[in-house]
């Protein structure tokens, strides 16, 4: 049974930081592909980021990128996502996912397993 566990979040000041961990159990880590969403009350839940099987290709949403930085540790089966410079706009539930694949998608709906998600809150 896949399980990921999201943890980091937290409450900051804008222009802070963050880093969000995601551990993850019931199978080969490295075998497949994750990605960070996020939802915000009132809002469809968005694509932040996502990263490829051996972390050598990864994607953003515009909103994120310059900022936020995905990686993988798969000898440690974490997925991480770096947030620098936030903003009050990226206060959300932050979930992490991963799919039957080795290859990322944008897309929700692409992703089987999902964590219980970590609240980021950032304060103007």
């Known amino acids: 049974q896949v399980q990921l566990v999201e943890s980091g979040g937290g409450l900051v000041q804008a222009g802070g930081s963050l880093r969000l961990s995601c551990a993850a159990s019931?199978?080969?880590?490295?075998?497949?592909?994750m990605g960070w969403f996020r939802q915000a009350p009132g809002k469809e839940r968005e694509f932040v980021a996502a990263?490829?099987?051996?972390?050598?290709?990864?994607s953003y949403a515009d909103s994120v990128k310059g900022r936020f930085t995905i990686s993988r540790d798969n000898a440690k089966n974490t997925l991480y996502l770096q947030m620098n410079s936030l903003k009050p706009e990226d206060t959300a539930l932050y979930y992490c996912a991963t799919r039957d694949g080795s290859s990322y998608f944008t897309a929700p709906e692409k992703y089987s397993y999902w964590g219980q998600g970590t609240q980021v809150t950032v304060s103007s």
């Open positions: 990263i490829n099987w051996s972390g050598g290709s990864t």
């Open positions: 019931g199978r080969t880590f490295s075998n497949y592909a």
